[in-house]
């Protein structure tokens, strides 16, 4: 039987929501212990979030649910001081804390990195913000669509009819959230080398503008604005979304090759030789003439008989799914990424696992997201918390 990767690694989880809670996921998908700190109220806000009224209401929201697998959950206010001291104990013993507060909210309670490196200095102290701990922006409040508007992702969407245009799910919230899991395990390495830990600094707003890298470095190099293109690809033609006889079909001829392979299958060869089409970058500029063109042929035949057709000739191409279809075709059940997780009281539920491979360590999910508390007792009697002394921290609310 292999070995979690993160066998052993115990990581203090004090996130809410989405970025902090996916990055934390991903770690506890490869064997970490990750121990949600939650308050003692009613947790983290995900579990209040989410479609389904009875399940916000059991503090097991689906936004809960969906990133939460896992976990164990420890109900602490550590606004209190015995909780600030029940809080210390859990920090000698972990190797990782993950935290997605406000830059000056750690510090205010008297738990900020310059404290706890003392405790424990082989600490991996990762804080996720929306801005980062320092600027002119660091204490603004942030949520993924702010940080969607201000990073550019929303004015490069869309095209002339509709714009701007914000992702569809919260790309800026889950790209901080697998920045800070890349943070992470760096450090990790960093640590088994040198025996230190360190602080890590990952801003949502930092995180998501790399993934703009070939249309920012147009206009970093290139001086070029970005042009509002919809379903197209800026860097090639025919690349997009097209109209086929029943709906539409993406198809991305890329290299000069496949351009050549979609005139032959779809039988119209004498683009090849047009002017306007037969080389690269003036086929891009006259783009505009080319679709109706490719077009016209598309609409003979259905998309799923022209996508047959094109892979066979080694042009990628696909169909556009609804996301129930996309989540149902069998690729993704080879592949396995959701699996089946029974939750008491609620049922089955299906949750994303680990979709990076390992052939040695594989990741998994192995037990479902917790309930509100349920393993307080468990994780502070790992630090000396007796049966009598929760009861008393349960009478005063702390726990």
Request: charged share 20%; proline share 6%; net charge neutral.
């Amino acid at each position: 039987m292999s070995q979690s990767l993160l066998s052993g690694i115990r990581v203090l989880d004090l996130t809410n929501v989405l970025a902090g809670p996916f990055c934390t996921l991903h770690l506890a998908l490869l064997g970490a212990e990750v121990i949600k700190i939650e308050n003692p109220k009613d947790g983290d806000l995900a579990r209040k979030l989410g479609i389904v009224p009875e399940l916000n209401e059991q503090l097991m929201g689906t936004s809960f649910l969906a990133q939460n697998a896992n976990k164990k959950s420890v109900t602490l206010n550590t606004k209190s001081p015995e909780g600030k001291e029940i809080f210390k104990k859990l920090v000698k013993t972990a190797d990782v804390l993950v935290e997605n507060f406000r830059p000056d909210v750690m510090g205010r309670l008297g738990l900020g990195w310059d404290v706890l490196k003392e405790i424990n200095p082989r600490l991996v102290y990762c804080a996720i913000s929306g801005f980062g701990q320092t600027g002119p922006d660091a204490f603004k409040p942030a949520y993924d669509q702010i940080i969607q508007g201000l990073s550019g992702e929303m004015a490069v969407n869309g095209d002339e009819r509709l714009h701007p245009l914000r992702a569809g799910f919260p790309v800026c919230d889950t790209v901080g959230g697998l920045n800070g899991a890349f943070g992470i395990m760096a450090a990790l390495y960093h640590r088994e080398r040198t025996g230190e830990g360190q602080f890590i600094d990952v801003a949502m707003l930092d995180s998501i503008m790399p993934l703009m890298g070939w249309v920012a470095a147009n206009l970093l190099i290139g001086h070029q604005q970005p042009v509002l293109m919809g379903n197209d690809n800026f860097t090639a033609a025919p690349s997009g979304t097209f109209r086929t006889q029943d709906g539409y079909i993406n198809i991305a001829a890329n290299k000069q090759e496949q351009w050549e392979a979609v005139c032959d299958v779809l039988g119209v060869p004498g683009l090849k030789t047009d002017p306007r089409f037969q080389k690269r970058d003036v086929r891009k500029k006259h783009r505009g003439e080319l679709t109706p063109l490719l077009e016209a042929k598309l609409a003979e035949r259905g998309t799923r008989e022209w996508v047959d057709l094109l892979n066979a000739k080694n042009v990628p191409s696909g169909e556009i799914l609804s996301l129930e279809d996309a989540l149902r075709q069998p690729q993704i059940r080879h592949r396995q990424t959701l699996k089946q997780v029974p939750v008491e009281g609620i049922g089955t539920v299906p949750l994303f696992g680990l979709t990076a491979k390992f052939e040695k360590t594989p990741g998994d999910i192995t037990a479902p997201p917790p309930r509100l508390a349920a393993h307080t007792a468990e994780v502070l009697a790992t630090v000396g918390v007796s049966a009598e002394e929760l009861a008393t921290l349960k009478s005063k609310g702390i726990v």
